[in-house]
């Protein structure tokens, strides 16, 4: 059936180094891609996409990047700030406006 | 705010008891998800609608649950006898749903947080 998998489920890094996560998806025909951070108490926040004609899409600090052939997908985050402190989730969808498959989760803690 | 709301924000009930929960899509959003989120997890879908019409429901939406958005607008989700497994976050978003650039992009309320003693 329908899978992401995500990784790590916690990353832990230092003000102003980069953070990295991983997801793969199972079902080929999977076309968008968003990323949520979620707070503590709060409903995920839709911070970057992709779709799946495009290699990589860049906003500020933000970066997606997605290799359809290994079905892979990952979300860079560059000089990061304690206020990037959340839960990641990654996600996948094969309709246009359908459901969204999450992965697990990251838990990415930035020490000042 | 022009955001997604739910209401209420926290609800704790005993065992047996019926809940229903509200949400207020975004107003120009025809799509309207349902997903349930229990703690460490990631959300997992449950229904949705396309204005009223609801288009698809998950194996995870026993017969306990229904949901409903009879004038296209706000939803309701309701949990007939609840169980201790029902409690998590029930989380709603709401989308375009017309063709377009941002298609596909949905945006989450707060959630409503159930606590089923």
């Known amino acids: 059936g329908e899978n992401v998998e995500q990784h790590p489920s916690t990353l832990s890094v230092q003000e102003g180094d980069s953070a990295v996560i991983k997801c793969t998806y199972s079902?080929?025909?999977?076309?968008?891609f968003p990323w949520y951070k979620q707070e503590l108490g709060k409903g995920p926040q839709l911070i970057i996409d992709?779709?799946?004609?495009?290699g990589e899409k860049k906003d500020q600090r933000i970066a997606v990047t997605l290799n359809k052939t290994a079905k892979h997908f990952s979300l860079h985050i560059t000089e990061t700030q304690p206020e990037d402190s959340a839960v990641y989730f990654c996600?996948?969808?094969?309709?246009?406006?359908?459901?969204?498959?999450f992965g697990q989760g990251t838990e990415l803690s930035v020490k000042p | 705010d022009t955001g997604v709301s739910q209401d209420p924000r926290h609800k704790i009930t005993k065992r047996g008891q019926n809940v229903t929960f509200r949400c207020d899509p975004i107003?120009?959003?025809?799509?309207l998800y349902w997903y349930r989120q229990t703690l460490g997890q990631g959300p997992e879908f449950l229904t949705y609608?396309?204005?009223?019409?609801?288009?698809?429901k998950s194996r995870l939406l026993s017969d306990r649950f229904s949901a409903e958005r009879p004038k296209g607008s706000f939803s309701t989700l309701e949990i007939q006898r609840t169980e201790q497994g029902d409690s998590a976050m029930y989380l709603c978003?709401?989308?375009?749903?017309?063709?377009?650039?941002?298609?596909?992009?949905?945006?989450f309320g707060p959630g409503t947080r159930l606590t089923v003693l």
């Open positions: 978003a709401s989308s375009l749903g017309v063709a377009g650039e941002r298609y596909n992009e949905q945006f």
């Open positions: 079902d080929s025909a999977s076309n968008y």
């Open positions: 992709i779709r799946s004609n495009v």
């Open positions: 996600a996948a969808t094969r309709f246009q406006g359908g459901k969204l498959i």
């Open positions: 107003s120009e959003h025809n799509r």
């Open positions: 609608f396309q204005n009223e019409a609801q288009l698809e």
